[in-house]
């Protein structure tokens, strides 16, 4: 999956994440393990991660075991809590989010592509 895709497990990890996004978009993967659909949404993040842009961060919120961080982004970020959800954030705020099977690789890379564009 690549260096760069992390597990985020604290509310300060996520913290560092919503800082850093100041500087480069991060895209975070909320992911439950017990749902089929957020299994299928994961495989679409990997292919995407296998040709992704590296100077972004990606991260990964698993519910079952971090459901505090999965809560915090959720409210900091003004979205209501789904699994999976994939969401852009740059700046520290939300810039485009999709679920279920709306996460395909190509929404991945169109959302990057475009935040990028922006820059």
């Given at each position: ?10 509310l300060?990890?996520?913290?560092g ?19 089929p659909?957020?299994?299928r ?5 990997e292919?995407?991660l ?5 100077s972004?961060?990606?991260?990964l ?5 971090a ?12 979205l209501?809590?789904e ?5 852009l954030v740059n700046?520290g705020?939300?810039?485009?989010n ?16 475009g ?5």
């Open positions: 999956m690549g260096s760069n895709f992390k597990d985020i497990n604290t300060e990890e996520l913290d994440v919503l800082a850093d996004s100041n500087e480069r978009p991060a895209l975070l993967f909320k992911h439950s393990v017990a749902c659909i957020s299994a949404a994961l495989r679409e993040f292919s995407f296998e040709s992704a842009d590296p972004v961060i990606y991260r919120i698993t519910v079952q075991t459901r505090p961080v999965s809560d915090e982004a959720a409210m900091r970020l003004s209501r809590h699994t999976p959800q994939a969401i700046n705020r939300e810039v485009w999709a679920s279920h099977h709306d996460i395909t690789s190509a929404s991945l890379q169109e959302a990057v592509r935040v990028k564009a922006r820059d």
